[in-house]
């Protein structure tokens, strides 16, 4: 789809690099050239992640870090730029949810989330954000959201307000950012199986068929597909498009809040699946 070369030179940092869709679209920058650091909590996932990319010829940094402490975001964006001398692109990926009734939430409930979605993805825009315009060097900054960021979903309220937050930010930033050449955009993923999406939100397989045959394309997103569209925006073509959300999502949106249709379940069918997801996650 692109010229191999498509992202050289490019440093990219990608939070909740060490698994998943963040871990997917890494090989792929990297594959086209990047060099890449990775973050997140799990130093054990991003060494793994690091040595995949590293077997692509690429440079790969994994830096142990909890997006939602300001100073841990502040010592790695630090840790990369000595390592690379720049950061000249930004992905925040890293995220938490669970399905949840929102009655049953508890205050800590709500903050579990918001704080490593909304608060981590401004700790890392601020601090990348400041080196960025110390540089003088342009940047670019992709945002991962969610189509209920705009829709709403059922039983993703602390996601669906955070995500929300997140694409405010976007739009806010692109306009604020762009006389220091600083580009914001987001992608809206549909479902796109991961091993931690799939547990925290695809309780049994009955979730997993009705969530498949909702989508007008009747499948599931592939991992390939997201990458490229994340190398898109991240790469020089792009340069006039800011302030904008892509969703890629085989028209699942266009059907309602993604998790909308587990309403059809009487609460007791419901609280008898959430438990047991949130008891296959040990948490
Ligand atoms: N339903 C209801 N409440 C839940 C819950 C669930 N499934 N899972 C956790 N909580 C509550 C806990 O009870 C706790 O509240 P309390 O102190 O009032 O009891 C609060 O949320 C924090 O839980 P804890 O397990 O201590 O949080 P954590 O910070 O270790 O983990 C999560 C954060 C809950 C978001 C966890 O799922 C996570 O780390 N996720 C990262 C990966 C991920 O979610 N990937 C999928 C992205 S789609």
Redesign the pocket.
């Known amino acids: 789809m692109f010229q191999k070369d498509l992202l050289k030179q490019k440093v990219v940092l990608v939070t909740g690099g060490g698994t998943g869709l963040g871990r997917s679209m890494a090989k792929r920058f990297a594959e086209l050239g990047a060099n890449l650091v990775l973050a997140s909590r799990k130093v054990e996932n991003l060494e793994a992640a690091a040595a995949e990319i590293r077997a692509l010829g690429a440079r790969a940094l994994a830096v142990g870090c909890d997006v939602r402490e300001p100073d841990q975001v502040d010592a790695m964006v630090a840790k990369a730029v000595a390592e690379f001398g720049r950061i000249d692109a930004l992905v925040n990926n890293a995220?938490?949810?669970?399905l949840?009734k929102t009655e049953?939430?508890?205050p800590?409930?709500f903050n579990?989330?918001v704080r490593?979605v909304l608060h981590g993805s401004f700790h890392c825009t601020s601090a990348v954000g400041r080196h960025m315009i110390a540089r003088g060097g342009g940047g670019n900054i992709l945002n991962i959201v969610t189509t209920y960021a705009w829709t709403g979903s059922a039983f993703v309220v602390p996601s669906a307000c955070a995500k929300a937050g997140v694409l405010a930010m976007t739009r806010s930033l692109a306009v604020e950012w762009a006389r220091y050449r600083i580009r914001v955009n987001a992608i809206a993923p549909g479902p796109f199986p991961t091993e931690?999406?799939w547990q925290?939100?695809m309780p049994d397989p009955s979730y997993e068929e009705m969530a498949r045959l909702r989508i007008p394309a009747k499948r599931f997103g592939r991992h390939e597909e997201l990458a490229d569209l994340a190398t898109y925006l991240l790469a020089d073509g792009s340069d006039y498009m800011t302030g904008e959300v892509v969703t890629i999502d085989g028209g699942e949106w266009l059907m309602g809040g993604e998790f909308n249709g587990l309403t059809i379940f009487p609460p007791e069918t419901i609280d008898q699946s959430?438990e047991a997801a949130?008891k296959k996650?040990g948490?």
Do not use: T
Not at 95 to 98: H, I, R, V, Y
């Open positions: 995220a938490g949810n669970f949840a049953d939430l508890s800590n409930a579990s989330v490593i931690g999406a925290a939100l959430f949130r996650r948490k």
